[in-house]
């Protein structure tokens, strides 16, 4: 989450296997809302999104990417945790280099000591029927 009035820049990739796609579980505590959004993370001066995706994926789930490409760029604003927030996000496609990826069903990865997170294969019409939610909605644009 950014500091208040930061705008934050992030890269995210999406990776889909036939009609799934892999995506970390958050949840918001105000809203006690359960959502979904693509792995990745924050951009660090001097780095460009495409390194940052890749350095992103490594460190959280010691993950190598290929096939990476480029989609867009949205602006999304939220609230998370009772607080605005304001990213600019760098979207990728990709795939998983490591075909061992595409055989879990969902593993466990800390973002920090104290955030665990996991990650795990959704089928998209769960998001396209409106049972799960995945954050930002305009993704479905990208899927």
């Known amino acids: 989450m950014n500091k208040a009035g ?3 820049v992030i890269a995210l990739g999406l990776i889909r296997d036939g009609d799934h796609i892999f ?3 958050g949840y918001d505590p105000v809203k006690q809302e359960r959502f979904y959004r693509a792995l ?7 780095e460009t999104s495409h390194d940052a995706l890749q350095r992103e994926f490594q460190e959280e789930i010691q993950a190598e990417l290929t096939n990476i490409k480029y989609l867009g760029c949205i602006e999304n604003l939220f609230t998370f945790n009772g607080r605005q927030g304001h990213e600019i996000i760098q979207l990728y496609q990709c795939d ?11 593993l466990v990865f800390s973002e920090s000591p104290n955030h665990k997170h996991r990650a795990l294969w959704i089928d998209i019409s769960r998001f396209k029927s409106g049972e799960l939610k995945l954050v930002p909605e305009v993704f479905f644009e990208y899927l």
């Open 6 to 8: 930061e705008i934050r």
């Open 23 to 25: 995506l970390s579980e």
């Open 40 to 46: 990745g993370g924050g951009v660090e001066f001097g």
């Open 96 to 106: 998983f280099a490591d075909s061992k990826f595409y055989q879990l069903e969902s």
